[in-house]
């Protein structure tokens, strides 16, 4: 028998059938949707008098659109993001839905909620009309964002036309040092093999710098490898994500527990499979990366300089440093440590995890919030909120100056009332740092939760280690 990937297992076990060489109908356990994505799909369905196959194994979640102020009520007050909603909400009741409304204790952002709440377990494919799902591969599953059209197709099936991946596997061994997480190691990787580095290609990453993440950093890394343009990102189910799953699997019984864990032993690649392409890291040599220009890629470490658009060896790689840089405003050659922010935001489904806060007030605990910083701290979830406050986590956070809110994708994305103005320069644990993604005209830097909160305490950008030995 042939040597097969773990991505071949996954996309071979939920083929209902194969249309030609390249494409598969492939069955969806999971499909999340959004306000967002999925209004023009239930038109679709409803035109044609269509129901959805299998409600159950759809969830929905106001997520994008929702404001994020600290007040008990929440009231969507643009008259288009809540039509949106409410479309949403008339749609899951139409077809009996389960929906994470926006009053919601448990609501939050789509990515945060479903695994939280046992939704994914591995050998899944999840699917949902949002780039970000590859997130859920921290859990060994298939997780991958389709358009509005594909949301129709899987309401009506719970199948979809898929067109196969290639395969990549990034090795990354040795021990990430102290004062670097998963988001600098990601964010090391998209530098290294840029942001089209994995375009066409389902990403599993190894190794033993993999194997001792948690699987909150294993989301983070997971989710952010899309911005390397992957269709996929996977990580082989062992003891860390399994027992992760189990503690949260409340409808499994004992039986149905060591069917699962027999199965999911097998959800890893065969020790002599080929992949399309390799790349292989060492985590020991990684430092806190923060980003400088309008994509991903444009990343250095802390410790570097802003790049020259002459020393780019392609042309249009010139054009785009140029352009970044006279977007951000940064001089060439100056070194980024020590740019002033006006702005700090940690949350979104990269870093909105209890795991990422906790990072967050061991730094800022006994300290303050820069003057002239606003810092703004948002949980992931209805109940990384609830677990933040238990832990006294958000007394430490609004002590030291951050204001505290309610769950969503908040100003990860100015799809709501969280905008940044123009020309404000932003330390930000969200994903993308494009051009306006934040608010018109607004500068973005990704970084990890730990050196944001070294930024909103310092009111510049600042090597989070020196903050670290500082406080010993």
């Known amino acids: 028998m042939s040597q097969r990937t773990l991505y071949n297992k ?7 059938t194969r249309i030609d060489d390249d494409n598969v109908l492939l069955f969806c356990d999971l499909h999340l949707m959004n306000e967002y994505t999925s209004p023009q ?14 409600p159950g194994q ?12 600290p007040t008990r009520i929440r009231v969507i007050a643009d008259a288009a993001s809540s039509l949106q909603a409410t479309n949403l909400r008339d749609n899951c009741v139409r077809h009996a839905i389960p929906l994470f409304d926006t009053n919601d204790t448990l609501q939050g952002i789509e990515h945060v909620i479903a695994p939280e709440h ?14 970000h799902t590859t997130t859920y591969g921290a859990l060994g599953a298939l997780g991958f964002g389709i358009g509005t059209s594909e949301v129709e197709h899987v309401l009506a099936t719970q199948t979809l036309v898929y067109r196969m991946a290639r395969t990549m596997r990034i090795r990354v061994d040795g021990k990430l040092p102290a004062g670097t997480t998963a988001k600098d190691l990601i964010l090391m990787i998209i530098g290294r093999i840029g942001a089209q580095g994995a375009r066409g290609y389902v990403v599993e990453y190894c190794g033993s710098a993999i194997r001792d993440l948690s699987v909150e950093a294993r989301f983070t890394l997971c989710n952010m490898t899309v911005e390397a343009a992957a269709r996929g990102a996977l990580i082989a189910p062992d003891a860390t994500s399994t027992d992760y799953v189990l503690r949260r699997a409340h409808d499994m019984d004992d039986a149905q527990r060591t069917a699962a864990l027999a199965y999911w032993g097998t959800l890893k690649s065969d020790p002599e499979a080929s992949f399309d392409l390799d790349f292989v890291f060492d985590a ?10 309008t994509s991903p890629d444009q990343v250095v470490p802390v410790s570097g300089r802003i790049p020259f658009a002459e020393d780019q ?13 006279s977007y951000t405003h940064l001089t060439p050659g100056s070194a980024l440590e020590g740019t002033p922010i006006q702005h700090v935001f940690i949350g979104s489904c990269t870093n909105g995890r209890i795991e990422d806060l906790r990072a967050v007030a061991g730094i800022v605990r006994g300290r303050k919030v820069a003057s002239g910083v606003r810092a703004m701290v948002v949980p992931g979830s209805g109940a990384v909120k609830a677990q933040a406050e238990r832990e006294g986590i958000a007394e430490i956070l609004t002590a030291a100056g951050f204001e505290w809110r309610q769950p969503g994708c908040s100003m990860c994305l100015a799809m709501n009332d969280d905008v940044l103005a123009d020309g404000v320069r932003c330390a930000s644990t969200t994903n993308r740092n494009f051009e306006g993604r934040q608010g018109r005209g607004a500068i973005t830097h990704l970084m990890s ?24």
């Open 10 to 16: 996954l996309v071979d076990s939920h083929t209902v």
């Open 118 to 131: 046992g939704m994914i377990r591995p050998g899944m494919v999840v699917i949902c009309g949002d780039s």
């Open 58 to 69: 759809n969830v929905s979640v106001v997520s994008h659109i929702i404001p994020t102020h």
């Open 41 to 54: 799909a239930f038109a679709g369905l409803h035109e044609q008098g269509r129901e959805v196959l299998v």
């Open 313 to 325: 060896m392609d042309e249009a790689d010139q054009r785009s440093v140029e352009r970044a840089l």
């Open 284 to 293: 020991s040599d990684i430092e806190p990366y923060v980003t400088w220009g």
């Open 449 to 472: 939760p730990a050196m944001a909160a070294a930024a909103a305490i310092t009111g510049k950008i600042t090597d989070v280690r020196k903050l670290e030995l500082a406080h010993v």
